[in-house]
């Protein structure tokens, strides 16, 4: 009985074992942010769902409060593309902001597309507009995750 019911919890979740979990490679990006950011820095997720209070670091970030702000407040929800004034406008955000990093991932791209958060490609067209940017440097990447830090 208790085996059928875990089955049948099992198919309820289905949908959303896409995000629920996250990657090693994931893991290993946030343990990565977590251990080299220096105290005081600003963490930033593109759509939520990042592994994070990893270790006892993560009240140094954010003020103390140990969540990833999140980028999603400032991307279009009406197109799935990244523009120069998209851009312009995250960057304007963090201008003057020492040591900010964006992490994305792909279960931040699975969170955002099950709920209906962002069109379908936009945090592809971020990661993509952010790999070209004068704004951001790339310093990690593996096949799950890829962090930027702000350049100025």
């Given amino acids: 009985l208790v085996f059928v019911a875990a089955l049948i919890g099992l198919q309820g979740e289905h949908g959303q074992l896409s995000f629920d979990q996250f990657s090693p490679g994931e893991v290993r990006a946030a343990q990565y942010l977590y251990t080299t950011a220096p105290k005081g820095s600003v963490l930033v997720d593109a ?3 990042v592994p994070s209070r990893l270790n006892e670091r993560y009240n140094d970030f954010n003020d103390g409060g140990g969540d990833l702000y999140d980028l999603r407040y400032f991307l279009p929800t009406d197109r799935s593309t990244i523009t120069a004034q998209d851009m312009t406008r995250i960057d304007d ?3 003057g902001v020492p040591n900010v990093y964006v992490i994305i991932s792909k279960s931040q791209i699975a969170y955002a597309h099950y709920f209906g958060y962002l ?3 936009l945090i592809e067209s971020l990661q ?12 990690y990447r593996n096949d799950d995750a890829v962090i ?3 350049l100025n």
Wanted: hydrophobic share 30%; proline share 4%; glycine share 4%.
């Fill in 119 to 121: 069109r379908d490609g």
């Fill in 47 to 49: 759509a939520s769902n």
């Fill in 93 to 95: 955000h963090y201008a």
């Fill in 128 to 139: 993509r507009t952010m790999e070209t940017s004068p704004f951001w440097k790339v310093i």
């Fill in 148 to 150: 930027y830090k702000s």
